[in-house]
């Protein structure tokens, strides 16, 4: 059981012993800086601990800040240096939580790995699926969603069922020192002092950037161009009192942000990249998801022919989702999630292109 720290993981694995399984809580230990939000900080390895021992169950902790590094945070500041808006939580799941750690399972002969998702999973014409959790408003299905087969049939997410408020009674009815622990928002590495600016600017240059207009008009300047994103309407160098303005294009090799009103982010298609499927590319109807706490919207999903593969869209390919509306484009290195029509299923996603 992957304890964070947190009331949903502590609970979960009370829910897995109340099952009749044998539980071994473990800990990531995953950034090796400073930390005082997320679930990386020292309080939160203390607090999963002393959970374990009011659980009656063992507790680990195992070291993968290298992989952290070469696989969350060393992309991050890469994806920020070329311009591209990255979810490092989403690259944490994939690469650390969801394979890492399932790698360390094996070695230590561990039947199965849960965590404490808001997510479900289901069986559906002989597969397994991600499916969203019970609570709408704590659904984590869309951080979760690049869960291939093998994973998927020995992954539990054991309060998937519960709402966030059955989660913290139970907690509370059963004394745990994380029942009205507040949840973590923010990204582990990323300091409430320092910002994003403080974290980057001591591992790349800075580079300052002209604002422009659609027209190439000079109309303000940013600090730094790799913490501008798309859609961005606030810390654009831009002054008060005008029409509202948004960040349409980000040319970071040019060192340019082009900005305009809000009917030119709107596109009715949007290229999804480096997909990944639950069962396989599913083509036609379905709703989709861009951002972890976004709506899904009505789409088509096809094959795109750009995506190198002679359209085949398979895994580690290309697809174009075409809105049923126009939507806002969608910022490079965003993750695009695929529902079925019911909004329900985890179908695949990839990266916004």
Known sequence: MALSGGVDSSVAAAELLAAGHQVVGITMRLWGGDSDTGCCSVADVDDARRVAQQLGIDHLVFNFTEDFE?????????????GITPNPCIECNR???????????????????????H?????????????R???????????????????????????????KADVRARAAALGLRTAAK??????CFITDGGGREAFLGARIPLRPARVVDERGAEVGRVAAVELVTLGQRRGVGLPGGGPKRYVLAVDSDAATVVVGDEAGLLRNTQPVLAMTWAAGP????VRVQCSAHGMAHP????????????????????VLVRWREPQRVVSPGQSVVLYDPTDQRVLGGGLAG
């Open 70 to 82: 070469a696989h969350v945070v060393g992309p991050y500041v890469d994806a920020h240096r070329r």
């Open 95 to 117: 690469h650390l939580k969801f394979d890492r750690l399932a790698e360390r399972a094996d070695l230590l002969g561990f039947d199965a790995v849960a965590t404490g998702h």
């Open 119 to 131: 997510a479900r999973i289901v069986e559906h014409g002989g597969h397994r699926y991600v499916a």
């Open 133 to 163: 959790g019970a609570d709408p408003a704590k659904d984590q299905s869309y951080v979760v969603h690049m869960l291939p087969q093998r994973e998927l049939t020995r992954t539990m997410f054991p309060i998937g069922g519960m709402t």
């Open 182 to 187: 507040p949840d973590s928002q923010d990204v």
């Open 282 to 285: 599913q083509w036609g109807e």
């Open 299 to 318: 789409a088509v999903v096809e094959p795109d022919g750009a995506d190198g593969q002679g359209g085949a869209g398979g895994e580690g390919g290309r």
